[in-house]
């Protein structure tokens, strides 16, 4: 049997997750720094010709 790890989270961990879930489809760019997310970056519009 594995066993298993619960991990804590930051306030700015559990808001990517957040954003990840409520995010339909898409791509999302994001930026770290020292080991934690920083930023993200949603792409609005995409237009192919």
């Known amino acids: 049997m594995a066993a298993t790890r619960q991990l804590e989270i930051n306030e700015k961990e559990a808001k990517l997750i957040e954003l990840i ?3 339909k489809f898409g ?3 994001i930026v770290i720094q020292d080991g934690l ?4 970056e ?5 237009v192919k010709l």
């Open 21 to 23: 879930r409520d995010l």
């Open 27 to 29: 791509e999302m760019r």
């Open 37 to 40: 997310a920083i930023r993200i």
């Open 42 to 46: 949603q792409i609005t519009k995409s």
